[in-house]
């Protein structure tokens, strides 16, 4: 199609027709798709701001042709259903920036598949308030202890994997962005 023609033409890195580059100061907070919290949007600006290279744009052609390639294998008879790994899939009430529609069909046919819509939120979960990030920190909590055995924990470290999840969400929720030491 024509994302593999802009590929082969060297274009697979320009932006699909019609979208462009990303400006983080053009965003107003009123009327986001991404979060109700109006701090954390301000944070994830600033941040845009000190770190250019990480602002992520519209959608290139090479992003589309490697998104429709995923689309097709995941679509192939049986595929999902040889996922035999646990999968939790936490969804916002209010998503607006990609189409869950396929979420029941990806639940049906992955065995071991669960959803849960967290209501009044918005496309980025961990960005919300911190009732919502409280909600989440348990989900994964609940699939990791149902499915996985206890975590290797190394006896020269003081925290394990398990107890990383909650203290990098309560740093995130408070704005700090700083790596766990463990």
Not at 19 to 41: K, M, V
Not at 63 to 71: D, G, H, L, R, T
Not at 133 to 160: C, G, K, W
Request: aromatic content about 8%; glycine content about 6%; hydrophobic content about 35%.
């Amino acid at each position: 199609g024509l994302c593999r023609v802009m590929d082969t033409l060297g274009m697979g890195k320009s932006y699909v027709f019609g979208h462009g580059a990303y400006d983080p100061t053009t965003e107003p907070f009123e009327g986001n798709l991404l979060t109700y919290n109006q701090e954390i949007f301000y944070e994830h600006r600033r941040l845009q701001l000190d770190n250019p290279d990480l602002v992520l744009g519209s959608v290139t052609f090479k992003w589309v042709q490697e998104a429709m390639k995923s689309s097709r294998i995941l679509l192939q008879e049986g595929y999902l259903r040889n996922i035999q790994a646990p999968v939790e899939i936490i969804t916002a009430s209010e998503e607006r920036v990609v189409d869950n529609a396929q979420l029941e069909f990806v639940q049906v046919n992955i065995p071991l598949c669960r959803t849960q819509e967290i209501p009044n939120t918005r496309h980025q979960l961990l960005s919300e308030f911190p009732e919502v990030q409280q909600r989440i920190v348990p989900a994964v909590d609940h699939m990791v202890d149902a499915h996985f055995a206890a975590p290797y924990m190394d006896p020269n470290l003081e925290t394990s994997l398990s107890c990383a999840l909650p203290e990098y969400v309560g740093s995130f929720a408070n704005t700090t962005l700083s790596p766990i030491k463990g």
